[in-house]
């Protein structure tokens, strides 16, 4: 049985996903979800999942990015994560230690990736004038949002979309896209998912 730890800074909606995926004969379970928010309300929601959880305060490392992951670090290796899923986790993780865990680090991004990278996705899309925005499943490398693409799944730019209204709409994209990648990531097949 695989083992997966997920990284929060919200609300979890996506790790509730996963979470409620990794049932029956699914290959992997979660094994940990750990925040750099200790008010993240996903790590209640984890609780009530019966998940351990585990809160490193970014805030308490002041600039000192290393010494964060570190400490997140050394909690990440005793869950002995096979994977490791970034759910809404908001810290940019350095080289080092994306090198750490490379090739097993995966993240879910509301945009179509390549395009827009970053913050504030859905401004973006409707800025542009986009027919059609959506949400990426990437492996994570060191350059921000812009890993091996392992998934996407696109919604249709409606009249009268605002940035509101249309994440809404790319959410509930992708807490069907995170569970389908994983599943097949786990089981060592990097193929593609498009929905
Ligand atoms: C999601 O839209 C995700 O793509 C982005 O942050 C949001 C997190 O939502 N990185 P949640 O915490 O999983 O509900």
Same mark, same amino acid.
């Given at each position: ?9 919200g609300? +979890?909606?996506?790790?509730?996903? /996963?979470a409620?995926?990794?049932k029956?004969?699914? =290959?992997a379970?979660p094994? !940990?979800?750990?925040?750099n928010?200790p008010?993240?309300s996903? !790590?209640?929601r984890a609780?009530?999942l019966? !998940? $351990?959880?585990?809160?490193? %305060?970014?805030r308490?490392?002041g600039k000192d990015r290393?010494? &964060?992951e %570190?400490?997140?670090a050394?909690?990440? /290796?005793?869950a002995?994560?096979?994977?490791i899923c970034l759910? +809404?986790?908001?810290?940019i993780?350095?080289p080092?230690?994306?090198?750490? &865990?490379?090739?097993?680090m995966l ?5 179509l /990736? *390549?395009?827009? =990278?970053?913050l504030?996705t859905?401004a973006?899309a409707l ?5 059609e925005? +959506?949400?990426t499943?990437?492996?994570v490398t060191?350059a !921000?949002d812009?890993g $091996?693409?392992l998934?996407?799944?696109?919604? $249709?730019?409606a009249?009268g979309d605002t940035p ?5 709409r790319?959410?509930?994209r992708?807490?069907l896209?995170? =569970?389908a990648? /994983? ?8 193929? *593609?998912v498009f929905?």
């Amino acid at each position: 049985m695989k083992r997966v730890a997920i990284l929060i800074s919200g609300g +979890g909606s996506n790790m509730v996903a /996963l979470a409620a995926s990794m049932k029956g004969d699914h =290959p992997a379970r979660p094994v !940990l979800v750990a925040s750099n928010e200790p008010s993240a309300s996903g !790590l209640g929601r984890a609780q009530m999942l019966g !998940l $351990p959880v585990v809160a490193v %305060d970014h805030r308490a490392f002041g600039k000192d990015r290393a010494a &964060f992951e %570190d400490a997140l670090a050394a909690h990440l /290796l005793l869950a002995r994560p096979d994977v490791i899923c970034l759910a +809404g986790f908001m810290r940019i993780l350095t080289p080092r230690f994306v090198e750490r &865990f490379r090739g097993r680090m995966l993240n879910i991004h509301p945009s179509l /990736l *390549p395009r827009y =990278p970053g913050l504030h996705t859905h401004a973006r899309a409707l800025a542009a004038g986009d027919a059609e925005a +959506g949400c990426t499943v990437h492996e994570v490398t060191p350059a !921000l949002d812009d890993g $091996p693409i392992l998934g996407q799944a696109k919604v $249709p730019v409606a009249a009268g979309d605002t940035p509101e209204t249309l994440a809404a709409r790319v959410l509930a994209r992708e807490h069907l896209l995170y =569970p389908a990648v /994983l599943r097949r990531f786990v089981q060592g097949d990097r193929t *593609p998912v498009f929905l």
